[in-house]
């Protein structure tokens, strides 16, 4: 339905989906290439993201709950 109302997406749509979504759509994929090239473009999108993040040195990971929770709680007093 969007590409009848709004045409083809750009070359450069920041949506993951959506222009692998309107190749499936055109008849140039298939459903299993489909399925492959998500997990692929959001492989590459996650891995642009831990590089960005990796970049920013006021970022506290945590990897319980609790401990970013109590980190939380400390800096709000």
Known sequence: ?????????????????????ARLINNEIDLVTTKELF???HWKY??????WFKRNKNIVWFKEV???????????Q
Do not use: C, H, W
Request: aromatic share 10%; net charge positive.
């Open 1 to 21: 339905a969007l590409m009848t109302k709004y045409g083809e997406p750009p070359a450069k749509l920041d949506a993951i989906g959506y222009p692998i979504v």
């Open 39 to 41: 997990v692929q473009a």
């Open 46 to 51: 996650a891995r642009r993201q831990k590089s």
């Open 66 to 76: 609790n401990t970013a929770f109590e980190y939380i709680l400390n800096e709000m």
